[in-house]
């Protein structure tokens, strides 16, 4: 009982964080700027949220093929539709309450393909390593491409380091890059055998320990290759998704690919800290729009358009699963007899 209600209060606490920033948000937009937020939103391109659509409902039906390989080693091949079916209806239910979605799709495949859902919430857990480990390397990349942007969250202290030479700048932002990384590696791993009994360092200590588990276990994958160019082709749909998206309203349309890789690169983070990303995604994709020289309000209106976008189809193709569900496994045990 104590549980149930720490979660409640749990989801209660996250939700009000979406909240306040959706309010905050509003907050940062001068009164003057008002009507430009409104025509923004007013005359946005929304037949780009088509392709959109699409891109992205094709990237979570690749999800549902990467899942089944991670299936495959314990001796089970459920039907690609009952896989995208359940990965859909967990999106869905990951709107009403975060992570209910990983443990309902672990159960629905279990109820119409007979794989012991224990077993499943082991692939979860390796799915969510190797999301973690894209993330990683997508914040990478767009610190790589758009330094001065993502460099700007490091803070004030470090940005004179890194204004130089033209020639030189690709080079020093590299070495700067890697520096920072190894800094970061060895301060961790130092810090976790000293304070190996601290609640926040063992809290810590085991998420690495998860996500290097996960990324190990892809050497008893029979399809390595695949598995990676399901991955990549995941990630790579989101990022496309996210620059056809800029395109959609005035003042991000002229922006490349690079600003749509570090606007993923943060989106992401609000994703997972608030319920469907609500509040935090467009406040995070405004912020870095705005470090690409789009006022606060425009990226606002555009992160806002982009949120909804991704919030649409969840609940468009989450219902349409959940209909399809029983549906689809009614169908197949008929045809079956």
Known sequence: MRKKWFSILQYLFFLGLGLFLVWWSMQQIPPEKWGDFKKSLQNANYWLLIPVFLILTASHFI????????????????????????????????????????????????????????????????????????????FV??????????????????????????????????????????????????????????????????????VWEGLSSIRQLEQKGLFIIYSVLIWGLYILGT????????????????AAVSALAFGSIGMIITPGGIGAYAYFIAKVLEKNGVGFELGFANGTLQWFAQFIIVLIVGFISLGLLPWFNKKTTHESN
């Not at 056809?244 to 005035?250: D, E, K, R, V, W």
């Open 141 to 210: 990349i767009a610190l790589i491409s758009q330094f001065d942007v993502v460099g700007e969250y490091a803070g004030q202290l470090l940005r004179p380091l890194f204004k130089t030479d033209q020639a030189a700048i690709p080079f020093f932002k590299i070495g700067i890059i890697v520096f920072i990384l190894l800094f970061i590696l060895i301060g961790t791993i130092v810090i976790i055998k000293k304070l190996p009994h601290n609640k926040i360092v063992s809290v810590f200590s085991k998420i690495i320990a998860g």
């Open 63 to 138: 999800r549902s093929l990467r899942w089944k390989i991670l299936m495959k080693p314990m001796g089970y091949n459920p039907r690609t539709p009952n896989v995208f079916f359940a990965v859909m209806v967990g999106y869905l239910a990951n709107l009403a309450v975060p992570r209910l979605g990983e443990l309902l799709k672990c159960t629905l495949l279990a109820k119409y393909e007979k794989v012991p859902a224990d077993k499943l919430v082991g692939t979860i857990l390796v799915e969510r390593a190797f999301d973690v480990i894209s993330l990683g390397l997508v």
């Open 243 to 258: 620059w056809i998206g800029l395109y959609a309203t005035a003042g991000t349309s002229n922006l490349g690919i690079a």
